[in-house]
């Protein structure tokens, strides 16, 4: 009878216990990891929360996109400064890879290549990832960076004094200091045309839809269908960057 | 106290008196509304002039090509795509005129062929060897009605 | 910008196209390297007063004002390259405490103005008063600014020079390592750059810092001695070839456990990064900063520990010492400054670096901020000859 009643109680402890760890381990699960993919603002903002979201499947390397983005944002149109532009991925019969961007895309591509040799070959526009965590922002040393409450990562040119750190923390080259400006200078998600209702310069002259823009926040917001109908990666989310420019059919070779 | 401190302490004071007052006058005006920003400049940064217009702007003008466009296989694309940045010319249409693509590379820069440019995605031709009788595109595709050829 | 069409031809493998240009040049070499030579001179310094090396007393006022002739330069050649320079106020009115770098002007003021300004005056103020008295013209009028007015020279006070100095001076320790540690902390904690993002990052600066600041303060001690046609004082000179020694071997060691590690882990950046040390860095990384400037000196250094030659050798030995040791760490700081903006953060290629003669970010604008510190230093020793100075009654 003793026996009974100390497997009873052990019975008691172990239910007990399961309990308490699986209590905490779901109240654990719902705070830290909120709606999407860990680039969502806080809900009940009521402001914009704008991402982005690239299909390589179908992106024809036009370049319209990084010659529109020089021409509405007076980008110099020097090879050395970009706020947005495409590459091409060849990987090649033998294993060997090349990855080339003439003029940021600008000109398009021509084949260098020849067709029985490639493996596979794929085009691959890049731009700021308007990261949410952005090491660019923290790293700056007097506030001319920041993050704006719709999302948008954006420089203070007036108040910038070109000390280039924030060029060095971008894990994805997409900042460069002007040249004449002398600021440091990126994708604005052409922020003076989001104010007015109108589409980013990129994503007015895709012709395939291969970029799209969108605002999380918004449930019925195309952007959010994107996600929903592809599998979606950043690129480097081993840095914790808070990237919210989601990629369908990021191969693994793309950097 | 010794001596030392009776002048250095109130040297400290002055100092951190002078400092206060230049970050008074020196720090601008809207820095620190929302984070650690001049709030000010998201308003600059919003008033910088457009370039592209948008299809909306160009159709509000040009519904003839619009309506033409809608039924055909380029009815997905912003003018400006090929005719490239409107706003200037949707301020002062006579003034600034747009381009008028039309040759192998205007066009080839879509529809040349390219191993990483999937068919489904986009149909493509050889632009060195696509019926080289006639010199540009446009003597046979009409750009917004590309499928009622021209001969 | 016609050179950079030329590094565009230089372009090895697939670099993203915004990295073409090099951010940081030889100017941001120059600034860890100054500010090391600071900290480093401090460090040697405070071992007589805080850890009471009496042997290297020849050499404690010395070290104290080359440490301020170097900080008075410091700040200069990051301003300069700034791209808007009359901005840099800036950075002490809005600092963003989440940048290494927002903290520079805080901690250059406190460490120029409360440490080593504070020290130097607590340790002067004394002759500065005598000096004051004794001089004429200018130079009496610029004595008696520098006593602050503070003129008492009672036994009292002078105790309290003492005392106050010493508190200053232990401060200045933990100062010293915040001064030049943040530098290191400005690279290491960059995620995106695999050549500088390590948690050592800070501690092989600091400690390249010491060593390069010993090996200074060694270097002008001869010199100056030489000039001054005195006599060196080789007990003083021996102990500042031990400390180097030390030091050396644990930077050297420190220094190579992080690579070691590198290639251990094998992360992704590991072969671009095999690729940079063998490729773009080989002479300055393998020659210039390992075997000339810390292997010889090592050797050097290490045999001394051995076997004590004479000093008619033992005297161009350490000046070389000292002159390899200033040679390799000035490389250390390149190779990780330029280095690191070697290669493409995508991994996948190289872009170049071609170092301008002329111009703000040149050669010759290099030379001038590192020869400018040492014409600072012959006005201050011309000013307050730490020779000149009353001997001490007592023995503090």
Redesign the interface.
């Known amino acids: 009878m003793g026996n009974e009643k100390l497997n009873a109680s052990r019975r008691n402890f172990i239910r007990k216990s399961a309990l308490l760890a699986g209590t905490f381990m779901a109240s654990s699960a719902v705070k830290p990891f909120s709606a999407i993919l860990f680039a969502a603002n806080e809900p009940g903002k009521t402001e914009p929360w704008y991402a982005i979201g690239i299909d390589i499947e179908k992106c024809i390397g036009c370049g319209n996109c990084a010659k529109a983005c020089k021409s509405e944002n007076d980008v110099p149109k020097d090879p050395f400064y970009y706020r947005s532009w495409v590459e091409q991925y060849a990987i090649k019969n033998d294993g060997t890879m090349s990855v080339v961007s003439p003029n940021g895309g600008i000109d398009g591509f021509t084949q260098t290549v020849p067709d029985d040799e490639i493996y596979k070959t794929f085009f691959v526009p890049k731009m700021c990832n308007q990261c949410y965590k952005s090491p660019c922002v923290q790293v700056c040393p007097v506030g001319a960076t920041f993050v704006s409450p719709e999302g948008v990562v954006l420089v203070d040119e007036k108040y910038c004094m070109g000390c280039s750190y924030c060029v060095q923390a971008c894990p994805y080259g997409c900042r460069y200091l002007h040249p004449e400006k002398k600021t440091a200078d990126k994708c604005t998600l052409c922020y003076h045309r989001l104010k007015k209702g109108l589409k980013p310069a990129c994503f007015e002259v895709c012709p395939t839809g291969a970029r799209i823009y969108g605002d999380l926040h918004d449930e019925n917001d195309e952007l959010h269908n994107f996600l929903k109908d592809h599998n979606t990666q950043v690129l480097k989310p081993h840095l914790n960057t808070g990237s919210k420019l989601f990629y369908n059919g990021l191969s693994s070779e793309v950097r | 106290m ?7 302490l109130p ?1 400290l004071v002055v100092f951190i008196v002078i ?1 206060f007052v ?2 008074h006058f ?3 005006e809207s ?1 620190g509304k ?5 709030a000010n ?2 308003d ?9 217009a ?2 909306e702007e160009c159709v509000a003008c040009h519904d003839k090509e619009a309506a033409l466009l809608a039924s055909d296989a380029h009815a ?3 003018c ?2 090929c005719h ?2 409107g706003a200037k010319h949707a301020d002062d249409p006579e003034v600034n005129k747009l381009i008028k693509p039309g040759t192998r590379e205007d066009c ?3 529809h ?1 062929l ?5 068919i489904e ?2 149909d493509q031709i050889d632009i060195k060897t696509h019926h080289l009788e006639k010199e540009n595109c446009i003597d046979c595709h009409n750009p917004h009605a590309v499928w009622e050829m021209k001969n | 910008m016609e050179h950079l069409y030329e590094i565009l031809k230089q372009v090895d493998g697939f670099i993203y196209p915004n990295e073409i240009v090099l951010q940081w040049g030889i100017l941001i070499v120059l600034y860890p390297y100054i500010t090391g030579l600071v900290a480093g001179a401090f460090i040697l310094a405070s071992l007589e007063r805080v850890f009471k090396v009496k042997v290297l007393r020849p050499t404690y006022h010395l070290a104290l004002l080359t440490a301020l002739a170097f900080l008075i330069v410091a700040g200069l050649p990051l301003i300069s390259h700034l791209g808007h320079p009359f901005r840099a106020y800036e950075i002490l009115m809005t600092p963003h405490f989440s940048s290494a770098m927002a903290i520079f002007g805080f901690v250059y003021l406190w460490y120029l103005m409360v440490v080593l300004l504070l020290e130097l005056w607590f340790d002067y103020r004394r002759d500065l008063v005598i000096w004051s008295q004794q001089a004429k013209g200018f130079k009496r009028r610029i004595y008696k600014i520098l006593t602050l007015g503070v003129t008492d020279l009672s036994p009292k006070a002078l105790a309290w020079d003492e005392k106050l100095g010493y508190i200053v001076t232990v401060i200045g320790i933990p100062s010293a390592f915040l001064l030049h540690g943040y530098v290191g902390f400005i690279f290491g904690s960059i995620k995106a750059n695999p050549w500088w993002s390590s948690v050592m990052m800070p501690v092989i600066f600091l400690l390249s810092a010491m060593v390069s600041g010993i090996a200074l303060v060694m270097f002008l001690y001869m010199i100056i001695s030489w000039i001054r046609k005195v006599e060196i004082d080789m007990a003083c000179l021996d102990e500042i070839g031990k400390f180097l020694f030390m030091v050396l071997i644990l930077d050297f060691t420190l220094e190579s456990l992080d690579q070691v590690h590198r290639i251990y882990e094998a992360e992704e950046s590991f072969e671009i990064l095999h690729m940079l040390v063998t490729g773009k860095l080989t002479y300055t990384l393998f020659i210039f900063q390992g075997l000339l400037g810390t292997i010889i000196p090592i050797l050097t250094l290490g045999f001394f520990r051995l076997y004590l030659p004479k000093e008619k050798l033992r005297k161009p030995l350490y000046f070389l010492a000292s002159c390899l040791v200033l040679f390799g760490v000035f490389f250390m700081r390149w190779n990780v400054v330029i280095g690191g903006q070697l290669f493409s953060k995508s991994f996948l290629g190289f872009t170049s670096f071609k170092l301008g003669m002329v111009g703000l970010e040149g050669f010759w604008m290099a030379l001038v901020w590192m020869i400018l510190p040492f014409l600072i230093l012959s006005f201050i020793l011309w000013l307050v000859p730490p020779w000149k100075k009353q001997q001490e009654e007592t023995v503090p």
């Open positions: 010794p001596s030392q401190l009776k002048t250095l040297l400092f230049a970050r020196l720090v601008p820095f929302y984070g650690h920003y001049r400049a998201m600059e940064i919003a008033d910088l002039p457009i370039h592209y948008g299809k997905g694309l912003s400006e795509v490239g940045p080839g820069k879509c040349n390219n191993p990483a440019r999937k995605v986009i």
